[in-house]
């Protein structure tokens, strides 16, 4: 006769609690089952295992020994199956290219609690407004606005729409004045992005009427770094463009001023990339 195998770890159970109503709960079966079991058990051995009282349980002699047996493989056999269990936790490098205008994503909580959810995985990110194909440049995921990432890529939204903004500081508008019309930036001191030293700045996008148009904005100063754009506007440099969210803790305190809202429709927000693999 061969023996049921999960008939082991049932009698660990009662060796190890002395109770079979505590092996029952620790198993998450009934009483009834575990006394059947061991009746089983002890029947493929026969020989008795356990002396029952109506209060506890006791091991034989026999029982002793089908103890000690077990306890060692089992306990090797548990290890095991765990060791296996977390070799399909995340686990490895984690490399992301990002996009510097993806203000809620660089902020840090979204990252930080990643690394906390996932200890076995060490996180590289790339700040860069460079286009480029992550795959081939060995990047595992990437973080752009979802009107320029490939269709081929998966993409998950991390944000809900966007929308751009002009903003000044009042010092500046109290010297030069507010533009009521986007045409009237040219007459203005802006602040441009641009994504490389040998990429133009970035035209300006706004909407009037339902039709899309840009201005080329011929800035005054240029840079790739949000936070300098922010930094220099906040001190009245001039007229500055971009995501609402980068200025929107400056706008409530009442350090920047929005301008031209009436010509910034929302667009798609921000996504997380990464190719079908």
């Known amino acids: ?6 008939l082991l770890p049932l009698f660990l159970a009662v060796a190890e ?5 505590a092996a029952a709960d620790r198993l998450g079966v009934t009483r009834s089952a575990v006394s059947q079991g061991m009746r089983r058990l002890e029947d493929f ?9 109506t209060r ?3 091991l034989t002699e026999a029982g002793e020994r089908l103890h000690d047996a077990l306890s060692q493989p089992l306990s090797d056999i548990d ?17 992301i290219a990002v996009t510097s205008i993806a203000e809620q994503f660089l902020s840090g909580p979204l990252i930080a609690s990643f690394a906390a959810a996932h200890p076995g995985v060490t996180i590289d990110v790339t700040v860069t407004d460079e286009e480029f194909d992550i795959v081939a440049a060995g990047f595992d995921a990437g973080v752009r606005l979802g009107e320029v990432i490939e269709q081929d890529m998966i993409a998950i939204p991390l944000t809900g729409d966007q929308r751009q903004m002009v903003v000044a500081a009042p010092a500046y508008l109290a010297t030069h004045g507010a533009p009521a019309h986007p045409r009237e930036l040219v007459h203005h001191r802006c602040i441009g992005w641009r994504p490389a030293p040998n990429v133009a700045p970035y035209r300006w996008e706004f909407e009037e009427n339902g039709t899309p148009f840009d201005v080329a ?13 922010l930094r220099t506007a906040l001190t009245g440099g001039g007229l500055t463009f971009a995501p609402e969210e980068t200025f929107r803790p400056f706008v409530e305190t009442g350090e920047l001023v929005p301008l031209l809202g009436d010509f910034l429709p929302p667009f798609p927000g921000f996504f997380l990339y990464f190719p079908q693999r």
């Open 1 to 6: 006769m061969k023996m049921d195998l999960n």
């Open 17 to 21: 609690e002395h109770n079979f109503r």
């Open 45 to 53: 051995f026969g020989t008795t295992l356990v002396m029952r009282t």
């Open 56 to 58: 506890s349980v006791r």
């Open 79 to 95: 290890a095991a199956l765990e060791g296996v269990a977390a070799q399909n936790a995340p686990r490895g490098l984690l490399r």
């Open 217 to 229: 904005v011929e800035p005054q100063i240029t840079t790739n770094d949000l936070r300098l754009m």
